[in-house]
């Protein structure tokens, strides 16, 4: 009888890697350690093709690999809704590579690397697990399936009839009171329960020898086969003790078998014994030992043992069929009283309704009745007050037809009222448009987006609509306009009973406004974008009129200054008694303003006290006292030319001598100087770029981040640097430049234009990409190196884990500890590797200290963190020196139980002190600790640190007392820490 994991069926497994070395080394470890029989392929191609001609238990799958991934295989298998267990093996420990495995359906995820052993063993073990979970899903749909098909086409299993746990206690206690062994196996003998009372001469000794296995097998075999009518008993084929076999048949399906036994009698002698046990290669004493421990019974008594097991057999299958069946007819009786329960409430309801139905009929038809006489009286009301309505005015009911057509509608229209009223369909559309369509009357009731184009204009007031038309063929030929408005109507309780229209010619007032607008619109359009502040001076020089643009010039608004405000409260005092002067001499009939200038230029003040310098230009209105007067601010101009004058009257003479190229530019970015040192370096004429924009010289690429850059010099108002440019010289060649730029400002601090210094570092560029292309060869080259030299130490470590459970020698094992030891040295060294590549590859970053800190914490170490809101510029890879130096305090410490830190500001230098409560560093080695390779570890850990920190010019030294513990102290140099924007 089967009992052991190796007795278990096989489990196949597919093994896809593109390594063939770890390939090998895993099907080792996986078929030695497990019953595994692994099938391996190099490709995804591969493992697909050998998948098109047989199934597997399980797969294993790298995650890297060429032409397709192990997320492709996993894709594809679940998209072809193959669900067998799928398991990704690879040395990949990204969280976003987890996360993609296991949302695309991966079982479980486990990383290469470390222990060969272990790894193989946590492998073997994830299979397992995701086997095992696939066949209680598998038994839970089965349950589910037999619950619902018509009792014909039942197909039993043991999983869905039995409990597991209970069936097993069944087994133990039958085992225990019989005190013979005992064992439940599906037909083809594979196990469904854990074995109970095995004796130690099956288990330990004939089954753990080839041939006794397969004895095992055959005998289990023989007495497996279906036998309704009793127990099956005989002399075990492997061994020679008695067992017995009884069938589990349910409604004639033979799904289970219980097998009993191991017991010794009178029909085994010692000679037998002791043979059987060479045969098979045991040893003969400790078979015999064994042998003797086996409990003994007659054969009359087994056999009654037997008939009892075929009896519990017997039972328990008619108990599992019987609850089986039980189980189907609640559910189908279930199924009918809740199909019962849904009638009956939707019968219940329909009675309801009926019953509220006939009673609201009955109240209907009484309301009904009143209404219509209410409706009659309210017609003959109606009827009186639309006949005397001076506008043309008619009614429709709900159904659309006429109700009532006064005076004024039969004059407008020539229709007579006994021609349209009762008639519907319409009809009013006929009178109006020719046509039979819906007009405001019926689209106040029903509207249709369509009808609606018959009006020029249309809109809802509330629930009325108001539309306006122009009919041409109205007064002669001459046209009309028409101005419409629509309302429903409503009885005493709000219910829709018709509408109402009336109709008013408004011709007149229309072509009045007509005039007006356009009139006005010229006026309003020429004052407004004449392209200056414009205003209307009144004779009392009160300003009667301003536009948009004397607003933004003055700073209020036309409600502030409209007839309200005088031109002289915008002049300055030095300027007004000149302006006064033209005024009254532009209204003097004596010289009719011929002889008063009208272009001149004054000090406009705004309403924050700004002085503007504008340009004045006034004309009087012919044939009145009013004149207008428009003002274009031209300060940016004059205090740029003065500005920039004196700037080039200042610097011209260390300019033209300068190596660098100096140049001004305006706000617009258009050069209003270059240094001759441009023609030198670019060629071009001196003078030749004043008056064009900068953008004409600078590569495309560089357009984007160039005008970027202004623009933070004009938001920050100070001086930038470092921005970084190709422009082309008179050649048409291109030469990387530098720049810093500084505004150009006014008194008032407004910025009027640039200057800046540009220097030529194209050779510097060329050098700077030589290098990164050097090191990018170099980091790709490192790469692939450590990812093969880590490949074949897995490979050696393996092939030593292997060779250890052979090597019988002490010496040899010894030997080969040394080689597993070196070898996980080197694998150390080129790890390290990883972390010292990146060093000083990242650009230094402003990094939080409290934080970087906080991360470093360990549940073994108390850590008293007291840095707050600093922050310093380092490497990015500053957070590996916190966590270095805890990695330390916890390894040499000792008795460390506390880490303290603390930021001093000293002498502009900030100091960061790390204190632990350790055993403390010897006088003698508190250099010594900062050299590769010294330690009890690794011996990169502080080496790496004092690297990572030394990047950005910070040092690090140990200054604590031996005994007394640790004492690290950080020292980060002046503008190379800050404070935060919070503190």
Same mark, same amino acid.
């Given at each position: ?13 597919? =093994?896809?890697?593109?390594?063939? *070395? ?70 990949? /420990? &990204? ?13 479980? =995820?486990?990383? @290469? ?33 037999? !619950? ?97 076999? +009884? ?81 189907? #007819? ?61 506008? *043309?005015?008619?009614?429709? %009911? ?8 006064? &005076? ?67 007064? #002669? ?12 109507? =409503?009885?005493? %309780? ?27 619109? !010229? ?24 536009? /948009? ?50 272009? =001149? ?6 309403? %924050? ?20 007067? /428009? ?32 140049? #001004? ?26 008056? @064009? ?129 070196? +070898? ?35 549940? &073994? ?5 007291? $840095? ?34 603390? $930021? ?17 560093? *010897?006088? /003698? ?16 850990? !502080? ?41």
């Amino acid at each position: 009888m089967p009992f052991e994991e190796w007795d278990l069926p096989e489990i196949s497994l597919l =093994y896809v890697d593109d390594e063939p *070395a770890l390939l090998d080394i895993g099907k080792m470890f996986l078929e030695r350690t497990g019953n595994f029989s692994v099938t391996t392929a190099e490709s995804v191609k591969e493992a697909l093709k050998i998948l098109s001609t047989q199934s597997f238990d399980a797969i294993v799958s790298d995650y890297q690999m060429p032409e397709l991934s192990g997320i492709d295989f996993l894709k594809y298998l679940r998209d072809t809704n193959n669900s067998t267990p799928f398991l990704i093996f690879t040395g990949k /420990s &990204r969280e976003e590579v987890v996360i993609e495995a296991l949302n695309e359906g991966a079982d479980f =995820y486990v990383q @290469k690397g470390g222990d060969p052993k272990s790894q193989f063993a946590e492998l073997a073990h994830k299979i397992k697990k995701s086997i095992s979970g696939k066949k209680a899903e598998d038994i839970l749909k089965q349950r589910l399936f037999s !619950l619902t098909r018509p009792e014909q086409e039942l197909q039993f299993s043991f999983e869905n009839l039995f409990d597991p746990d209970e069936i097993q206690k069944i087994q133990d206690e039958f085992s225990e009171l019989t005190g013979v062994a005992s064992l439940i196996t599906l037909p083809d003998g594979t196990p469904v329960t854990k074995p109970s009372r095995f004796t130690r001469l099956c288990k330990d000794i004939i089954r753990k020898t080839k041939t006794g296995c397969q004895n095992c097998h055959k005998s289990d075999a023989a007495i497996g086969k279906p036998n309704p009518d009793g127990p099956t008993v005989q002399i075990c084929l492997s061994g020679g003790l008695w067992d017995a076999g +009884v069938s589990i048949i349910i409604n004639g399906q033979h799904i289970a078998n219980w097998l009993a036994g191991q017991i010794r009698n009178e029909a085994q002698s010692e000679d037998k014994m002791r043979e059987y046990a060479r045969k098979i290669g045991a040893d003969e004493e400790e078979f015999m030992k064994a042998y003797y421990e086996v409990p003994s019974m007659s054969y009359e008594e087994f056999l009654s043992v037997g008939k009892i097991l075929h009896t519990v057999a017997n039972l328990i299958s008619k108990t599992a069929y019987q609850n089986f069946m039980q189980a189907r #007819t609640i559910a189908e009786k279930e199924k009918t009283e809740q199909e019962l329960y849904r009638k009956t409430e939707e019968l219940h309801a329909a009675y309801e309704e009926l019953t509220v139905s006939e009673e609201e009929l009955q109240n209907s038809l009484n309301e009904m009745i009143s209404k219509e006489k209410e409706l009659q009286k309210s017609k003959q009301e109606l009827s009186d007050i639309i006949e005397f309505l001076p506008d *043309a005015t008619f009614v429709i %009911d709900r159904e659309g037809k006429v109700i009532a057509w006064n &005076r004024a509608t039969e004059i407008m229209t020539g229709v007579n009222k006994k021609d349209i009223i009762g008639k519907g369909n319409y009809e009013t559309g006929l009178v109006f448009f020719n046509e039979r369509v819906p007009i405001l009357i019926d689209l106040v009731i029903n509207y249709d987006e369509k009808a609606v184009s018959k009006y020029s204009k249309i809109r809802w007031e509330d629930d009325k609509l108001v539309a306006e038309i122009f009919k041409p063929e109205y007064n #002669t030929g001459m046209g009309t306009y028409f101005w419409f408005t629509a309302s429903p109507l =409503y009885d005493s %309780d709000k219910k829709l009973i018709g509408s109402i229209e009336c109709i008013r010619d408004i011709t007149d007032r229309k072509r009045a406004e007509i005039i007006l607008k356009e009139s006005e619109n !010229l006026y309003r359009t020429i004052f407004e974008t004449t392209g200056a502040a414009t205003i209307i001076i009144e004779d009392d020089t009160t300003i009667s009129m301003a536009n /948009s643009g004397f607003e933004e010039l003055s700073g209020f608004s036309k409600e502030e200054i409209e007839n309200k405000m005088s031109w002289t409260d915008f002049v300055l005092k030095d300027d007004l008694d000149l302006m006064l002067n033209y005024h009254k001499k532009r209204r003097n009939p004596d010289n009719e303003g011929k002889q008063v200038t009208g272009t =001149y230029e004054f000090r406009f003040i705004d309403r %924050d006290g700004r002085i503007h310098y504008c340009l004045n230009n006034v004309k009087l209105i012919p044939k009145s006292r009013r004149s207008v007067a /428009s003002f274009i601010d031209i300060t940016d101009r004059k205090q740029s030319e003065e500005t920039l004058l004196e700037s080039e009257k200042r610097y011209r003479n260390l300019i033209e001598n300068l190596h660098d190229i100096v140049y #001004t530019l305006t706000k617009e970015g258009e050069f209003t100087f270059v240094s001759p040192a441009a023609s030198s370096l670019l060629g071009f004429p001196q003078g030749y770029s004043k008056g @064009k924009s900068f953008l004409d010289y600078i590569h495309p690429d560089d357009v984007s981040k160039s005008l970027e850059f202004l623009e933070k010099v004009l938001k920050s108002g100070e001086r930038l640097e470092g921005i970084e440019y190709r422009i082309k010289d008179a050649e048409g060649s291109w030469h990387w430049h530098t720049s810093g730029i500084v505004p150009i400002k006014n008194e008032s601090g407004e910025v009027l234009g640039f200057e800046g210094i540009a220097r030529d570092i194209t050779d510097r560029k060329i050098a700077e990409e030589s290098l990164c292309l050097a090191n990018r060869k170099l980091q790709i080259l490192s790469g692939i190196t450590r990812h093969d030299i880590l490949n074949l130490i897995t490979i050696v470590r393996g092939a030593l884990e292997i060779t250890k459970d052979y090597a019988k020698d002490p010496v040899q094992i010894d030997y080969l500890d040394k080689i597993d030891t070196a +070898v996980q040295k080197i694998q150390r060294q080129i790890e390290f590797t990883r972390e010292y590549e990146n060093l000083g590859v990242e650009r230094a970053v402003w990094l939080n200290i409290r934080k970087l800190i906080d991360k470093s914490a360990d549940d &073994r170490i108390k850590l008293y963190n007291n $840095c707050e809101n600093i922050l310093i510029k380092a490497d990015p890879m500053l957070e590996k020196v916190f966590a270095n130096l805890m990695d330390n305090t916890i390894r040499h410490g000792v008795s460390a139980t506390e880490v303290h830190t603390t $930021c001093i500001i000293s002498d502009s230098e900030l100091k960061i002190i790390w204190e632990d409560n350790g055993e403390g560093v *010897a006088e /003698s080695e508190k250099e010594k600790i900062f050299d590769r390779g010294v330690g009890k570890n690794t011996g990169f850990g !502080l080496f790496l640190t004092r690297e990572i920190l030394s990047t950005t010019g910070i040092t690090i030294k140990e200054t604590g007392k031996e005994g007394q513990g640790a004492r690290f102290e950080i020292i980060v140099p002046n503008g190379a820490w800050r404070f935060s924007a919070r503190q």
